[in-house]
């Protein structure tokens, strides 16, 4: 088992710990403590990546209708000019 790149012994070492730290009142309330604050932390960088995400998606979007829009207007004059070299 690893869980944030500790082993297991690792893990009940720290948990032993602290259990004599707080004793077995406190324990219960700090693992709360601890899960809300790893749940908030999970969710704002979620929500992090998410709109990061998102802002690149729209970025690449935006330069390919540039692109394009660039390539009709290029395409566009070298009818035009084309057009005009012939002979009518």
Same mark, same amino acid.
């Given at each position: 088992? $690893?869980?944030? %790149?500790?082993? &297991? %012994? ?14 077995? /009142? ?6 709360? !403590?601890?899960?809300?604050?790893? @749940?908030?932390?999970?969710? #704002? ?11 690149? $998606? &729209?970025?690449? !979007? $935006? ?6 829009? #660039?390539? @009709?207007?290029?395409? %566009?004059?070298?009818?035009? $000019?084309?057009? /005009?070299?012939?002979?009518?």
């Amino acid at each position: 088992m $690893d869980f944030f %790149g500790i082993g &297991l %012994g690792e893990v009940l070492l720290i948990l032993i710990l602290a259990l004599i730290i707080w004793g077995p /009142k406190r324990l219960p309330e700090i693992a709360r !403590i601890l899960g809300r604050t790893v @749940h908030v932390l999970r969710k #704002a960088t979620n929500d992090f990546t998410s709109q990061v995400t998102r802002e690149i $998606d &729209l970025e690449e !979007i $935006d330069s390919k209708e540039k692109g394009q829009t #660039a390539q @009709h207007r290029d395409s %566009g004059t070298v009818k035009r $000019d084309t057009a /005009k070299d012939e002979p009518r």
